[in-house]
């Protein structure tokens, strides 16, 4: 639905957005996340034709951003940071004046109609005839997204949907996002990791301006994560020497006590699973076995590994996440900056 090929955006000397190519598939929810001022923004910007690329190509729904600017626009919805509300227009009336703007083919009704299903479905109905300039930060959020939404469009950009938003919006604002998936294909712009944890299929991870992975949390956790690393509690004995005895097992070390239990943090070789090995030296010898499960890299991890220059080295090693990166086509030009 999103085909993004080595797209760069330069302010004179600055690069914000260098070489970055992705894709996002039909009805899925991409999170595009990276510290503040890493390119996220500008990346939105120049997805929804807001401002033109220095270089590169992006199409959205099988039409090119650059050479056909007004049918790739008609089918993306989009919802900046700061929704774009008129503060003396009754929310009713804002999403009215937008439908004008955005749905010309269809008949007075019908727009009245559209109004009243958007509403609905961002849940704004009950404050329809308050005006925008009154609403909560929470409330403005949806009405901004039903604005997105008003013109049914294929592919909608959520640039920090819930940014100042408090615990309870967030929840109501991240369920109303996943629903949205499957009719929608969704990029959702963030710099909060449990936004994308909690709501996005896929990740892309950008940092100063370039895409550093693009992959699932899962899969991006896997590609870290050098050695397995278990953890084990035990009770009835001290184990660290008979769990290092197991063949595969790397490191031992001890982590903490829990009464008479102890807990283990256990290295294996990587891609070899010694969970059953590990049990049986346990059982085997009599102890208990309280608990056994695989030591996996938070999202926060993952992310740090990625945009802090401490692990650049580290992350080179490891080697460098597959990126589907699209092939360029023969003669495809850049377009000019602004």
Request: include cysteine; charged fraction near 25%; charge should be negative.
């Amino acid at each position: 639905m999103i085909e993004v090929q080595h797209l760069t955006k330069r302010y004179g000397p600055l690069t914000a957005v260098d070489d970055v190519s992705f894709r996002v598939e039909k009805g899925e929810i991409l999170g595009f996340l990276g510290p503040n001022g890493a390119g996220k923004t500008t990346t939105m910007r120049v997805l929804t034709g807001y401002m033109p690329a220095t270089e590169g190509r992006a199409v959205v729904a099988g039409f090119d951003l650059f050479t056909h600017p007004i049918e790739a626009k008609r089918r993306i919805g989009y919802l900046p940071e700061t929704p774009p509300l008129y503060p003396d227009m009754t929310v009713r009336e804002y999403l009215a004046f937008v439908a004008r703007i955005k749905t010309p083919g269809l008949s007075a009704a019908d727009r009245v109609m559209r109004v009243a299903h958007v509403m609905k479905r961002a849940r704004t109905d009950d404050v329809a005839d308050r005006h925008c300039g009154k609403l909560s930060k929470g409330y403005r959020q949806r009405v901004g997204l039903a604005q997105a939404l008003i013109h049914d469009p294929e592919v909608l950009i959520l640039d920090e949907p819930t940014a100042g938003l408090d615990p309870k919006q967030i929840i109501e604002t991240r369920d109303l996002i996943r629903s949205l998936a499957g009719d929608h294909t969704i990029v959702l712009s963030t710099h909060i990791l449990p936004e994308v944890a909690q709501t996005c299929q896929r990740v892309v991870i950008i940092n100063k301006g370039r895409v550093v992975a693009v992959d699932t949390p899962d899969n991006l956790t896997h590609q870290l994560e050098g050695a397995a690393t278990l953890y084990v509690l035990v009770e009835g004995g001290e184990a660290a020497e008979a769990l290092g005895s197991v063949p595969g097992i790397q490191h031992v070390s001890t982590m903490e006590r829990h009464g008479t239990a102890v807990a283990y943090e256990i290295e294996a070789e990587p891609h070899r699973d010694v969970r059953r090995d590990v049990a049986r030296a346990i059982v085997d010898r009599g102890w208990g076995l309280l608990e056994l499960r695989p030591l996996r890299l938070s999202l926060e991890e993952i992310f740090l590994q990625l945009t802090t220059e401490e692990s650049e080295g580290a992350s080179a090693n490891a080697g460098p996440p597959p990126q589907p990166v699209l092939p360029a086509e023969p003669g495809a030009a850049g377009v000019p900056g602004a």
